[in-house]
């Protein structure tokens, strides 16, 4: 029998996957600044078709293939897209080796490839995947880490293109690209909400967050790429941490991290570990 599809969370969907569709439009217009915001748009719609479904019961399995081939185009194709015009622009400008532009095109389609692998991973373990962090790093946050730094070089670095800064946007492709199709655990939205709930410092950080952004407003590029690279980096210190503690306990075991379930014990034990 076939599946019902669900037409409100679905809709939802489709929009998101209209932004990103309209981000690249933008983008080889050479309107950078309607590109980001429309990626963000798809992933304000992103996070809103989830809660929409479960608000009205309507999850299904098309859902679930439809959200992730609008997260390739929103988030995998279009950041991709963008981040090539950026190096294209660069290397018009500078004098840059022949290899440029074919480098150009290699990190920027190798991002969208691992982010397409990043998503068809995640299909494979939906059932089962993590609710306190997530296997690699999630497109949506490769994806907003695209846009934040885009959005700082437009703020806050001159005009003049330089070999320096072609250099830092490829190899900032290249570590987004790893960090999806890696194995590190990345901490989720509902274990991070969870956490905050359970303490007064979760409405103090909140509160405080607030009224950072209030106070600097001005700056809230500089503001979206800090908390886009001080996620990469809490990741890959907690992963360090983990295997330095495994090191210490059981010299010469392998590094995983075992949290499928999202019991409570067992992130009871897992802090037990930790700390």
């Not at 190096?87 to 389609?109: E, F, K």
């Amino acid at each position: 029998m076939l599946k019902p599809v669900y037409v409100l969370p679905n809709l939802v969907t489709a929009g998101s996957l209209f932004s990103g569709l309209c981000s690249i439009i933008m983008s080889a217009q050479g309107n950078y600044a309607a590109a980001c915001l429309l990626i963000l748009l798809s992933a304000i719609l992103d996070a809103l078709d989830g809660l929409v479904a479960r608000l009205t019961n309507s999850a299904s399995p098309f859902g679930v293939q439809f959200d992730s081939l609008t997260d390739l185009i929103a988030f995998g194709v279009a950041p991709g897209f963008l981040m090539y015009t950026k190096l294209d622009a660069i290397n018009s400008m500078a004098d840059l080796p022949t290899w440029a532009p074919r480098m150009a095109i290699g990190v920027c389609a190798l991002y969208t490839i691992c982010g397409a692998i990043r998503l068809a991973r995640y299909n494979l373990q939906a059932d089962s995947e993590e609710k306190l962090h997530f296997t690699g790093m999630p497109i949506p946050a490769a994806a907003g880490t695209v846009v934040s730094t885009f959005m700082v070089i437009e703020q806050y670095i001159p005009s003049e293109a330089t070999r320096a800064l072609h250099r830092a946007l490829l190899v900032l492709m290249v570590v987004l690209s790893y960090l999806m199709v890696s194995t590190y655990p990345f901490p989720s939205l509902k274990g991070l909400k969870r956490r905050l709930d359970r303490s007064f410092n979760g409405l103090v950080t909140v509160v405080f967050f607030v009224c950072l952004v209030v106070a600097f407003k001005e700056h809230l590029a500089l503001i979206a790429f800090l908390l886009a690279h001080g996620y990469i980096v809490l990741a890959v210190l907690r992963v360090m941490r983990q295997k330095r503690a495994l090191r210490h306990y059981s010299p010469g075991a392998e590094f995983t991290f075992d949290d499928t379930d999202g019991d409570e014990d067992d992130e009871n034990d897992n802090e037990e570990i930790r700390s």
